[in-house]
């Protein structure tokens, strides 16, 4: 696997100094004074040794990181480029970043850690300030004209909500989309059939999206009713490998735009107060798994 930093390519300005000076004397440009020509020709050194200075210092970030440990990479994860590999605060480890999972390797590759790192100092969880990056990158990716929206007069929050329309509290959290589009909050849907793809969960999600009015299909199939399996070009596919990047399980779970995320059903005026408040996710949600 190619090393995940890399320093820029490109020619040092300082090689293309004789080359410019060259130019400047053949095209006899009599307006430039000597003093103005030996101000220019200073400033591209100077810009020179920074270009050299920032790629040395480019080689020191690839050398930093141990060789034991990108061949651990290549040999638990083929063929797949991660995200970033750094150093932690605690010598000989290294965070490894892939998508909104985080893990650690030792500086031999020997020893993997998988769970959250804290610094007691500050009771800041550094491991999940890295998930947020990585879950805003994964729903990034993802057009907002694939998911189903439904939005209220005045949008003051959006919520991503990741939703299986077997799930009973998705359904549950759907019989109330009045209260959450009351509070201004836009909720936007991603399909994850848990029951995986080619289920009859799957085909309704496929059928859903295949409507000509896709909001009144997801709520038709969400009341129980069931409907004609449709068939067309769809992104239930690319929501379902979403959620399995995010390590996502069960259903509902919400996503909000800080990265952060509550795994089950919350409802709306308790939601409200969550968004509202930026603290940390109150207790309550339920989900189905």
């Known amino acids: 696997m190619p ?3 890399r320093a820029a390519n490109h020619t040092p300005i300082s090689a293309i100094l004789p080359v410019l000076y060259d130019a400047l004397i053949m095209m006899k440009i009599t307006w430039i004074y000597t003093p103005c020509l030996s101000l220019l020709l200073t400033t591209l050194l ?3 040794g920074i270009h050299q200075t920032q790629a040395s210092e480019k080689k020191n970030i690839v050398a930093a990181i141990p060789a034991a440990v990108e061949k ?3 040999r638990i994860i083929p063929g797949r480029q991660v995200d970033s590999v750094s ?4 010598p000989g480890m290294y965070e490894v970043a892939f998508g909104a ?3 650690y390797l030792s500086a031999d590759g020997k020893h993997l850690l998988q769970g959250d790192l804290y610094d007691l100092d500050s009771q800041t969880n550094l491991t999940e300030g890295k998930r947020s990056n990585g879950r805003i990158k994964v729903i ?8 189903i929206a439904f939005k209220p007069k005045e949008t003051r929050h959006v919520v991503t909500v990741f939703t299986d329309i077997d799930c009973g509290y998705c359904r549950k959290l759907h019989r109330e989309i009045d209260s959450y589009l009351a509070r201004g909050i836009e909720i936007r849907y991603l399909a994850y059939p848990r029951s995986g793809k080619n289920t009859p969960s799957y085909f309704k999600a496929v059928s859903a999206w ?6 009144q299909a997801l709520t038709i199939a969400k009341s129980g009713v069931e409907t004609e399996n449709k068939s067309c070009e769809h992104p239930v596919d690319q929501h379902m490998a979403a959620a399995n990047q995010l390590g996502i399980t069960g259903t509902p779970t919400l996503t ?3 990265g952060s995320m509550i795994p089950g059903y919350m409802p709306a005026d308790r939601l409200e107060l969550y968004l509202n408040s930026q603290q940390a996710p109150l207790a309550g949600a339920q989900e189905d798994h």
């Open 101 to 103: 999972d985080i893990f």
């Open 210 to 215: 295949c409507a000509d009015d896709r909001q």
């Open 256 to 258: 909000f735009a800080d």
């Open 140 to 147: 990034a990716g993802i057009d907002p004209a694939t998911m």
């Open 87 to 90: 150093p932690t605060v605690i």
């Open 3 to 5: 090393s995940t930093i």
């Open 72 to 74: 651990t990479l290549r």
């Open 46 to 48: 100077i810009l020179s």
